[in-house]
Structure formats: structure tokens, C-alpha cells
């Protein structure tokens, strides 16, 4: 049910980007995807034009690069064998059944961001995989996260690694790995508030999200879902009302309070496999799930404040909490979009579509990316464009508004799966093997690992 009067009560403004020259986490400081329009940021590359450096990642890894300061830091895992390599398209069916073959080392990098000089590596881990994946994902799904002064590396079915920003150690934690939903593994990332960084790990056998101190390491609290077939990346929603942890799951959608403890909850009959992650504008939380083989798939905006089941009759569109549903408007690997009062959503199999943000209502239907493509980074947007980044490492440049036109298409010719990131005028984008570093005027170099 709609309540616009009420809705601009109370709403935050939407989400116009920030300004922070820092990318602390999977979508950046507040998990939009969304940034300030700035002179430096370009709408048309290549693999030389307006690049001011590459430098090469061994291994293989999905993370999104975080920035703090003019330090940029990925992870990666690197194999002594040869195993299955990842491809782009759509896959339909079970993961690599058995774990990779041969020694494996979990590896952190840390490059210059003026040059893309490599400052120092770490390796977190040496071994034998334990647990098998996904075919197109990786030992380093996870994006890192940061509080400024700390990095926090999750190997989701590994362990959280500690580092200072010059690469010491200065704690772990390890996770015992379990069993996952078709043995896709883990890829949840950590997100980080205040003194606790916060992991979800939802799995077929023991299924949590816990809280660790970020100065010792030591376990803050640790709270059992009920949950089995999740990979989303949790949320902290600070709105006016109060700071809650927002978690979707394939049966309940869930928030808790900073002590681990759930403060509403909804079963949103949410597609079978629940990826997107949650982020707020105007005001509201959104939530959405879309494997491509179900006939639901949700989309919904949450207003702050709930407590208990907000819809335990199962009729969405009279709960008080949601204010606004779509059943079909969701996609299946990427997350979501709000710029400016439109949704856009991006399916992984070539398609955009855009929404009114305030009340769901729909913009334009489904628009096919040409040359077609498909997708599994979210896409991000600044300077009235939006920008979605194709598997083949090709680039769309969307012109934000009602009306859906492509204003040009910027290649890089390599498999992308991992979400650009944008600090200081700088975009920063991972393909297989490689980080590009994309600014106005840039003069490609190779940076010096």
C-alpha cells in the first residue's frame, strides 16, 4: 500500500552519491553503487584509452577492489594445477562437484592507486581446497571490507583475515566449512560498522551470521538462521529510526538489531536462489531475489521502523512496512540500482528495466542490451548515466531517465564478474586478470608488481 505523504515525512533524500575519496566495501561506503558526478570519471574507454594504469592479479578472484587513501586492495586465490576455468552465460545446474584440484594459496594484494605499482602481498592460506564451488565463481568470491585504519578479508569458506593497511596480520579467524546449497560455496561479503565486521554463511548445515571484534577478532555474538540457498551480502541500514543489519534469505527476510537480535522479519517468497544484496534510498530498503527459472520474482521497499512478522497473512501489499512490491522485476546475480527517483534493474541475460523508486510503479519494461550480453557485476552510475558491465568485459553507457538509450559501449575484451569500484576520480575495474585503473585523460602504463 502507498504512502507517499507519509513516505516524504519521513524520507531521506534519495541517494545523490557520496563524495568520499575511500571504496570501503561491495558497492562502496554506503552500498548503492551510486557516486557524485566528478571530472575525472570517464564515460568512454578501452583497454588504453583513458587508462592511467593495469596491473596484473595472478590467480583467480571476484571481489570488487576497495580504496582507502591511495592504497587499493583485492584478494585472490592462485592454484598450482590447472582447474576448470570460468566462462561467461548463464549456467544451469550443480557446481563443481568435488573441491579443485592441487595446492592452493589465498592471497591479498595491495596496489598504489596513482600508479598501480604493487606495494606488498600477503598470503592468508596454503592448502588443499576443502569444499567445491560454483563453475563460474572462485576461492575469492568476497569483496573485502575496511574501517579506514583496518582490512578485513573473508575467504567465505576459509576464514575472516585481518590485515593492517601495510600488510601485517593481525588476526584470523577460521570458519568451519560446510556443506552449500548444490556446492556453489560461499560468497556472502563482510560489511563493516563501528568496532564489529559482520559475516553471514549460510550453508545446508549450520547456517549464521556472528559479529567480530574489528581490534581482537574476538566473537561478538553469533545467531543461527534458518537458512540454506542465501549468498547476499548483509546490510547495515542507519535510518532515522535506528542502525539494523538487513539480510534477505531464500525463506525469510530478516534484520537484527547491532546485538544479534531479529527485530522484524517476512517470508517474501523469494526466488529459490537469493543473491542481490539489500540498499537504502529515499528512505527505504530494498530487497530483491530473481533466479531466472522462477515465476516470483520479488522486488520490495521496506520503510524503517518494523518490528515481528510485517506480513504474516502473506498479502504484501497491505503491510504496513512495505511500501511497494513488484513480483517480477528482479535479477538473478546483479544488485539493483537506485539514481535519482528510477530503480533500474539489470537481468543477467541482456535485459534492463526501470521503475519509479518511491512507489515500484514501471518506467519502461525490459530493454535488450545490443550488442547483447550477459551480466553478473551490478552496475553503478554517476554524471546521469549508468553504466552495467558485460561478462565479455564490455561496458553499456545508459542514459538515466525515463526513456532507455545506449550512449556508447566501452570494451575491455576479457570475462569481468567482479563489481567496478570508483574512489577519487578513479574507476577501478576487474577483469580475470587484471585491475584497470579508468581516468579522464589517462595514459596507459603498465604497473610495476
Not at 581482537?216 to 532515522?240: C, I, L
Not at 537469493?274 to 516470483?296: E, R, T
Request: aromatic content about 12%; proline content about 6%.
Amino acid at each position: 500500500m502507498i504512502r507517499l505523504n507519509t513516505l516524504l515525512a519521513l524520507m531521506i533524500v534519495g541517494v545523490a552519491g557520496l563524495a568520499d575519496e575511500n571504496w570501503p566495501r561491495f558497492r562502496g561506503a554506503d552500498a548503492t553503487g551510486v557516486v557524485a558526478d566528478d571530472p575525472g570519471l570517464p564515460t568512454d574507454w578501452d583497454k588504453t584509452k583513458n587508462v592511467a594504469w593495469v596491473a596484473d592479479v595472478p590467480g583467480q578472484g571476484w571481489g570488487s577492489p576497495i580504496v582507502v587513501g591511495e592504497r587499493v586492495f583485492v584478494s585472490s586465490v592462485v592454484a598450482d594445477e590447472e582447474n576448470i576455468a570460468p566462462s561467461a552465460g548463464l549456467y544451469l545446474g550443480e557446481g563443481v562437484r568435488d573441491p579443485a584440484k592441487g595446492i592452493h594459496h589465498w592471497m591479498v594484494y595491495c596496489f598504489d592507486l596513482k600508479t598501480g605499482d604493487k606495494l606488498w602481498e600477503q598470503e592468508s592460506y596454503t592448502g588443499r581446497p576443502v569444499v567445491p564451488r560454483h563453475p563460474k565463481s572462485s576461492y575469492a568470491a568476497e569483496t573485502p571490507a575496511t574501517d579506514g585504519e583496518r582490512l578485513f578479508v573473508l575467504f567465505g569458506d576459509l576464514g575472516l583475515f585481518c590485515y593492517s593497511l601495510d600488510g601485517e596480520l593481525l588476526w584470523k579467524k577460521m570458519i568451519d566449512p560446510k556443506k552449500t546449497n548444490m556446492d556453489y560455496g560461499a560468497a556472502a561479503s563482510p560489511v563493516v560498522h563501528g568496532d564489529q565486521v559482520f559475516v553471514v554463511y549460510d550453508n545446508k548445515e549450520d547456517s549464521w551470521i556472528a559479529s567480530f571484534d574489528t581490534n581482537t577478532g574476538d566473537e561478538k555474538w553469533r545467531t543461527k538462521r534458518d537458512e540454506v540457498m542465501s549468498w547476499a551480502t548483509p546490510f547495515v541500514w542507519e535510518n532515522e529510526i535506528r542502525t539494523e543489519i538487513v539480510v534477505p534469505g531464500q525463506r525469510i527476510n530478516r534484520s537484527y538489531d547491532l546485538n544479534g537480535k531479529e527485530l522484524w522479519r517476512f517470508d517474501g517468497e523469494m526466488s529459490v536462489l537469493v543473491i542481490p544484496s539489500p540498499f537504502a534510498a529515499h528512505g527505504m530498503c530494498y530487497l530483491s531475489s530473481g533466479y531466472v527459472g522462477d515465476a516470483h520474482r520479488p522486488t520490495f521497499a521496506i520503510r524503517p521502523g518494523a518490528s515481528g512478522d510485517i506480513a504474516p497473512d502473506g498479502d504484501f501489499k497491505k503491510s504496513e512496512f512495505i511500501e511497494w512490491y513488484q513480483p517480477q522485476c528482479s535479477p538473478y546475480n546483479t544488485t539493483q540500482i537506485v539514481y535519482g527517483d528510477y530503480l533500474y534493474t539489470v537481468y543477467d541475460q541482456g535485459f534492463m528495466t526501470c521503475h519509479n523508486a518511491l512507489t515500484g510503479d514501471e518506467v519502461y519494461g525490459k530493454r535488450r542490451f545490443s550488442p547483447k550480453g550477459s551480466f553478473t557485476s551490478s552496475p553503478w552510475a554517476y554524471d546521469g548515466k549508468v553504466f552495467c558491465l558485460s561478462e565479455d568485459g564490455l561496458t553499456y553507457v545508459i542514459k538515466a531517465g525515463p526513456e532507455f538509450e545506449i550512449l556508447d559501449t566501452n570494451p575491455l575484451d576479457e570475462l569481468c564478474i567482479a563489481t567496478p569500484s570508483i574512489a577519487d576520480g578513479n574507476l577501478l575495474v576487474r577483469t580475470l586478470t587484471k585491475v584497470y585503473c579508468i581516468t579522464k585523460g589517462g595514459r596507459a602504463t603498465t604497473a610495476r608488481n
